[in-house]
DNA sequence: GGCTATCATTTCGCCGTCGAAACGACAAGC
DNA sequence: GCTTGTCGTTTCGACGGCGAAATGATAGCC
């Protein structure tokens, strides 16, 4: 896939979305959401902040809207009652298999 | 290109934005953006308010937007002078290619 | 010329997010 | 058991975007 074709579907892709759950969402707990289903598990609000290079304010705002939305889950570590593990819930995943096969249709209609 | 390896794509450009000017832009900001470069000129306000299922007056302050980082020029149309014709810079050229290339190199990454 | 429609913008009050700093809870080292 | 460090959260003031409604400018029609 060339650069051409790449940018092609994201434009496809980013005016779609406008229209479906995925507005409710800004770039960073789009970010996040993606990380915490398709990144290495566990995941706790350092981590993120680390692979995202944003801050932990920022990741803890983000799972408040994550969490109402209930597309992720808190826990408390019980090895180290400091940490908070981030967890998937059925929601967010059927949410996310959804959005995945409109990027495969998309992308397929854009002859990827 | 399956909707697995897709979504995957679409991990890595979303976590990758947040790095980049793109993390400037919203979600309807980055849509117009990609609406005026790539789709089918001539661009008018109510053009991009229908094309992307959003009100007018959210087009004007997108535009705003985009006007103040010179990603966007507005320009009255001559012809009917109630109309805005919404046109592409140099800068908002080069971005959207090293953008392009950026997308691209992670399909390539990804095995896409 | 006057009436109405259309285009884009501005205004209004409201809500969400921002970075930076302060905070409370827990852990680790001595 | 104190001190220091780490983790996550909350607070603060500020900023920007939101929808809905009002506004100004131009066009079209009779």
Redesign the pocket.
């Known amino acids: 896939m060339d650069a051409r074709k790449a940018l092609a579907l994201w434009h496809r892709v980013a005016v779609e979305s406008l229209s479906h759950d995925l507005a409710e969402l800004?770039q960073?707990?789009t970010a996040i959401l993606l990380e915490i289903y398709l990144g290495e598990p566990p995941h706790?609000?350092?981590?993120l902040?680390r692979r995202l290079a944003?801050?932990?304010?920022?990741?803890?705002?983000?799972?408040?809207?994550l969490e109402a939305l209930d597309y992720a889950r808190?826990k408390v570590?019980e090895?180290?009652?400091?940490?908070?593990l981030v967890q998937r819930t059925v929601k967010g995943s059927v949410f996310l298999r959804d959005f995945a096969d409109r990027i495969g249709g998309l992308a397929k209609e854009a002859g990827l």
Not at 44 to 47: A, I, K, L, S, Y
Not at 54 to 65: C, F, G, M, Q
Not at 79 to 84: G, T
């Open positions: 800004n960073r707990q706790t609000v350092r981590g902040a944003i801050s932990k304010p920022a990741v803890t705002r983000a799972l408040h809207r808190r570590d090895s180290d009652k400091r940490s908070v």
